[in-house]
C-alpha cells in the first residue's frame, strides 16, 4: 500500500539551484492549484486566468514601495514534469529576498519538498518509468561529458515502452485462464492451450528482447555468482533448497548425491545474484565423480562469494578456498542441531531454520561488498526483475506443454505480472521507493 504522503496532492517547494553564489536563484513549485495560491502574493502583467503555459514576467512585492523582479514559468496539470501544475520562480540570488519569497509560500500552505519528490510524483503519476527516474538520477549525477551522454541515452532510449503491452497482454491472458478455472466444471473453454502458447511465446521473445538491449548498455553483464561448496554430504544441497525456499537439489544422507551444479536466481533485499549449488568437494572414485569434481572446481574459480560448509573435521579443506585470490568467503557450519562448529563459524541447521537469517544477511553484505555500493543500480535492478520474468514465462510455457493444473499456470502469470510490474512502475514497496528517490537531490 502506498504511503499516505504518495497518494496526497501537497504543495511543495524547493530550492531548485546550487548552493552558493550565483546570478539567479530558481524555486521549484508544485501541487494541485499551485498556480491559485502563488498569484496571491505575486503580480502579473497580464492576467493569471490567461496564463496556460511558458513564461511570464512578475514582481514580488517587498513592502510598500518596493518590488523585486522575477521570470515566472508555468506548466499547467496534466502536460507537467510532475502531472501536477509546476511553477518555477526565477529570480535575482540573494538569499535575504529569496528567504521572504519562502516564507510566503510557506505561509500559502506550501511545504518543503523531500529529495527526489519532484520525480517521485512524476513516477506516481505515470510521466516517467522506473528506468528513467534511474536515468534522471545519473544525468544529475554525470560528472564527464561522456557519463552525461550515457545517461541521456538511456533516458530517452525507450527501451521498456514495449513492455507497458506485454503487461497488459499478461493481464488479460490471466482472466482469460482464470475463466478457464471458474467454468472448468461446465466444458466452457475462454481460451485454447494453443492460443495460450502462442501469447506465451509473443511475450517471451519480447522479454528476451530487452534483457539483450540491457545487456548491450551494459547493464547484467556481470552476475554476481554465490556458489556453495564443501566436502561430500555437508549439508550443502539442504541449505540451498532451504535458502532458495524449494526443493531444486536432491538431498540423500548417501555422499556424493549431487554430480551436477544447481543454481538458481535469488533476489534479496533489492540485490541479485546467482546462487550455485556444487558437488561436494574430494577425490572422486569413478570417472562420474571425477568429472563432477572437475565442474566443482572450475565453478569455484568462476564465483564471486564461497560459502564453505562443514559439518564435521570443519578445517580440513577450508585451506583450498582461503588461497582463491579475490574471493569473499563465508565459513558456515552445518547441521548444529546435532554437531557443534567453531565459534567464530556461522551456525545453520536446516532442520531447525537456525542461523538462516544470519546467513542471508552475510550473503547479501558480501554481494552488495562485490557490487561496490549498498544496492544494486536502478537498471541492474531491472535487469534481474526482467530475469524473474523471463523465468515465470517459461515455467508457465512447461505447464501449458505438459498439462499441469491451470492453478499453477496462473500462480506463474500473477508473479510474471509482479516482477513486470517493478520495471514499469506499477508495483512498487515503500521501501523501494525511499532507496531510489532518497538519491535525488532536493528540487529534484
Known amino acids: 500500500m502506498k504511503r499516505e504522503i504518495l497518494l496526497s496532492h501537497d504543495l511543495i517547494c524547493a530550492n531548485s539551484s546550487p548552493a552558493g553564489y550565483g546570478a539567479r536563484q530558481i524555486i521549484r513549485i508544485t501541487g494541485d492549484k499551485a498556480l491559485d495560491c502563488v498569484s496571491s502574493f505575486l503580480h502579473f502583467k497580464i492576467p493569471v486566468l490567461n496564463i496556460s503555459k511558458g513564461l511570464v514576467p512578475a514582481s514580488f512585492l517587498l513592502d510598500d514601495f518596493r518590488s523585486v523582479e522575477m521570470d515566472f514559468y508555468f506548466w499547467k496539470s496534466p502536460a507537467s514534469y510532475t502531472g501536477q501544475d509546476v511553477i518555477e520562480l526565477h529570480l535575482i540570488s540573494n538569499s535575504w529576498i529569496v528567504d521572504l519569497v519562502f516564507s510566503k509560500l510557506f ?185 563432477a569434481q572437475n565442474l566443482a572446481v572450475k565453478e569455484l574459480g568462476l564465483a564471486d562469494v564461497i560459502v564453505y560448509c562443514a559439518d564435521k573435521d570443519h578445517q580440513q579443506v577450508l585451506g583450498l578456498f582461503l588461497k582463491a585470490d579475490e574471493k569473499l568467503l563465508l565459513k558456515v557450519a552445518t547441521k548444529v542441531d546435532v554437531s557443534e562448529g567453531p565459534d567464530d563459524w556461522i551456525h545453520t541447521s536446516s532442520v531447525t531454520s537456525q542461523g538462516i537469517d544470519l546467513l542471508k544477511k552475510n550473503i547479501i553484505e558480501l554481494v552488495h561488498q562485490k557490487n561496490g555500493s549498498a544496492s544494486a543500480s536502478g537498471l541492474a535492478r531491472i535487469n534481474g526483475y526482467a530475469n524473474l520474468c523471463l523465468d515465470n514465462l517459461r515455467r508457465a510455457h512447461h505447464c501449458v506443454l505438459f498439462e499441469e493444473p491451470l492453478e499453477i499456470l496462473a500462480l506463474e502469470l500473477r508473479e510474471a505480472i509482479e516482477n513486470l510490474g517493478q520495471i514499469t512502475g506499477h508495483v512498487f514497496t515503500d521501501d523501494l521507493l525511499d532507496r531510489m528517490f532518497s538519491r535525488f537531490c532536493v528540487g529534484k
Not at 510521466?127 to 536515468?135: G, P, T
Not at 524449494?246 to 534479496?268: A, F, H, M, Y
Request: overall charge negative; charged content about 25%; proline content about 4%.
Open 107 to 291: 505561509e500559502c500552505g506550501f511545504r518543503p519538498a523531500k529529495p527526489g519528490e519532484f520525480t517521485l510524483r512524476a513516477f506516481l503519476n505515470g510521466k516517467v518509468d522506473i528506468a528513467q527516474v534511474d536515468a534522471i538520477h545519473q544525468v544529475i549525477e554525470a560528472s564527464t561529458p561522456d557519463g552525461l551522454y550515457k545517461a541521456l541515452g538511456k533516458l530517452a532510449g525507450g527501451v521498456f515502452d514495449p513492455l507497458h503491452k506485454v503487461k497488459d497482454d499478461l493481464l488479460n491472458l490471466l482472466a482469460d485462464v482464470e475463466a478457464n478455472l471458474d467454468f472448468s466444471t461446465e466444458d466452457i473453454l475462454i481460451i485454447s492451450s494453443d492460443a495460450i502458447l502462442k501469447t506465451i511465446g509473443d511475450m517471451l521473445a519480447q522479454i528476451i528482447v530487452l534483457v539483450k538491449k540491457l545487456q548491450s548498455r551494459g547493464v547484467g553483464d556481470e552476475k554476481v555468482r554465490v556458489i556453495i561448496v564443501g566436502l561430500p554430504n555437508a549439508g550443502k544441497s539442504s541449505l540451498f533448497n532451504i535458502l532458495v525456499s524449494e526443493q531444486k537439489s536432491l538431498v540423500s544422507p548417501i555422499p556424493g548425491t549431487t554430480r551436477d551444479l544447481v543454481t538458481s536466481r535469488i533476489d534479496w533485499d533489492d540485490s541479485f545474484f546467482e546462487l550455485v549449488d556444487a558437488p561436494g568437494i574430494e577425490d572422486g572414485r569413478d570417472f562420474i565423480e571425477r568429472q
